[in-house]
T-cell receptor, first 112, second 112 residues
C-alpha cells in the first residue's frame, strides 16, 4: 500500500521560516494535502495541491511538489508561536477507496 | 468543518460494551469515510461508503461495523469494545467540488 513519511519533530525560532518535508511512494497520487492539528483539536485543512502542479502559495504557506522524487514540502514564512502544532501530509490515490493516506505527523515547536 | 458533526465528542466506556459513533453532514456528499488516529501513527481508514448502498472495508476494519442510514448519516459501531480501540475517531465526507477534504471534529474514545 501507499507509504507516506514525515520527520517527527521540527523546532524553529519565532520569525524564521519552517520547512516540513514529506515523501510518498505511489505515483498515482492525485492530490496532496497539509493539515494542522493543535493539542486536543481536530484536523484543520491548511492547503492542498493537485499533482500536476509544482508549487502553490497561500499567504504565509508555500507548498512545493517534486513529483519525480515524490517529495512534498510545506514552508511557513515568519513562523509564529501560534503555528506550534502537529502537521500532517496526506495524499489521495486515483484508485480504490479514493481515501487519504497520512504521514505520522511532524510536531512543530516554535521557540519565542 | 461546521458542516460535519460527530457525536459524542468524548466517550469513556468499558471493555465489552457496544458503542456507536455518529456522523452527520450537510453538504450532500455521496462519499463518507471513517478514520482512526493513534498517537504516532497518523490516520488510518476504517470503513468508507460511496453511497447509501455501497459500504466497504478499509485498512483496519476488524472489530468495527458501519451503517449508512441516509446520505447525510454514517455511523461507526464497536460491537464489543476493547482497550486497543482507544483512539480519536474522525468522520470525513467528500471530497468537495474542488477536491478539498474536510474532517469532522472527532470523537475521543477511551475503552477501559
Amino acid at each position: 500500500g501507499e507509504d507516506v513519511e514525515q520527520s517527527l519533530f521540527l523546532s524553529v525560532r519565532e520569525g524564521d521560516s519552517s520547512v516540513i518535508n514529506c515523501t510518498y511512494t505511489d505515483s498515482s497520487s492525485t492530490y496532496l494535502y497539509w493539515y494542522k492539528q493543535e493539542p486536543g483539536a481536530g484536523l484543520q485543512l491548511l492547503t492542498y495541491i493537485f499533482s500536476n502542479m509544482d508549487m502553490k502559495q497561500d499567504q504565509r504557506l508555500t507548498v512545493l511538489l517534486n513529483k519525480k522524487d515524490k517529495h512534498l514540502s510545506l514552508r511557513i514564512a515568519d513562523t509564529q508561536t501560534g503555528d506550534s502544532a502537529i502537521y500532517f501530509c496526506a495524499d489521495r490515490l486515483q484508485t480504490g477507496a479514493n481515501n487519504l493516506f497520512f504521514g505520522t505527523g511532524t510536531r512543530l515547536t516554535v521557540i519565542p | 468543518d461546521a458542516d460535519v458533526t460527530q457525536t459524542p465528542r468524548n466517550r469513556i466506556t468499558k471493555t465489552g460494551k457496544r458503542i456507536m459513533l455518529e456522523c452527520s453532514q450537510t453538504k450532500g456528499h455521496d462519499r463518507m469515510y471513517w478514520y482512526r488516529q493513534d498517537p504516532g501513527l497518523g490516520l488510518r481508514l476504517i470503513y468508507y461508503s460511496f453511497d447509501v448502498k455501497d459500504i466497504n472495508k478499509g485498512e483496519i476494519s476488524d472489530g468495527y461495523s458501519v451503517s449508512r442510514q441516509a446520505q447525510a448519516k454514517f455511523s461507526l459501531s464497536l460491537e464489543s469494545a476493547i482497550p486497543n480501540q482507544t483512539a480519536l475517531y474522525f468522520c470525513a465526507p467528500g471530497p468537495g467540488h474542488w477536491d478539498e477534504q474536510f474532517f469532522g471534529p472527532g470523537t475521543r474514545l477511551t475503552v477501559l
